[in-house]
């Protein structure tokens, strides 16, 4: 049986004030994890740490921009001073643009870069840095789908995310020797505003019959950082419904 008991675990979550982050950030505290809320929208932030309190939970918020990397690395030392460890880091925090390749800018380019992957580097470095002091930890960065499949005008989205599949195995390797494992996450369609809004069609293209939800994210996060599964490292898990495996042609 693997376990899910993180009870006093040290958690740190980016983007947590919203959507994938917020349910991840969720599961961790409903199983016993000290959890550490990273997002720069701190009215979100905030509303997230209460919610986790008045369910019996513990959390803390920090307000971080992951673009500066400045506030990543005042994030980690926060956290350390806090709790003098870190055991899981999950890098979630991102942006999700779409823009003309004939049009997008330079700036916005390198915006959604510098979020979407110089972030998930820097928050993985940061975070290794105190782990590797305490025998090691878990690290979970959140691709996309998107990294090995696209539709028009998604090539920074695409470049930041597959960028994050490739920076995941490298940084598995390279953080081993301190026995810190680094996996990654490719979400499909996750929905996390409006559910019940969604069509019977949005549902049935997937072969699983149904749009994600933040928690089938939360759960896969649960299971690549369980002390039972220390053997998984360097892999993607790709959570779509199977959509990727499904081949597509117009009739």
């Known amino acids: 049986m693997i376990s899910f008991d993180f009870t006093d675990k040290i958690v740190v979550v980016t983007g947590a004030g919203q959507g994938i982050g917020e349910g991840v950030a969720r599961a961790y505290a409903d199983h016993g994890a000290k959890v550490v809320l990273a997002d720069r929208n701190e009215n979100e932030g905030r509303r997230v740490e209460a919610s986790i309190h008045e ?35 999950i890098n979630n925090a991102g942006v999700s643009r779409f823009m003309s390749p004939y049009e997008i800018t330079v700036e916005e380019w390198d915006e959604i870069i510098n979020i979407n992957l110089r972030g998930v580097f820097l928050g993985a470095r ?73 069509r019977d069609i949005d549902h049935k293209q997937h072969p699983s019959k149904r749009v994600g ?19 998984i490292n360097g892999e993607n898990l790709i ?11 117009e009739s």
């Not at 789908?145 to 989205?157: L, V």
């Not at 928690?215 to 690549?224: H, M, S, V």
């Not at 959570?239 to 042609?249: E, P, V």
Request: hydrophobic share 45%.
């Open 55 to 89: 369910a019996g939970g513990e959390a803390r918020f920090v307000l971080t921009d992951v673009s500066q990397p400045e506030q990543i690395e005042a994030l980690i030392k926060q956290v350390e001073a806090w709790y003098g460890r870190l055991d899981i880091m």
């Open 126 to 198: 940061e975070a290794a840095k105190v782990m590797r002091k305490n025998g090691g930890g878990s690290i979970v960065n959140i691709a996309s789908t998107r990294a090995f499949m696209s539709e028009p005008d998604s090539e920074a989205y695409a470049a930041s995310k597959g960028g994050i599949f490739a920076l995941t195995h490298a940084l598995a390797l390279s953080f081993a020797e301190d026995h810190i494992q680094v996996n990654a996450i490719s979400p499909g369609w996750i929905e996390a505003h409006d559910y019940e809004g969604l």
């Open 213 to 231: 939800k933040p928690e089938d994210i939360a759960r896969a996060c649960l299971y690549l950082t369980s002390v039972d599964n220390e053997f």
């Open 239 to 249: 959570i779509d419904g199977g959509m990727t495996r499904k081949m597509m042609y």
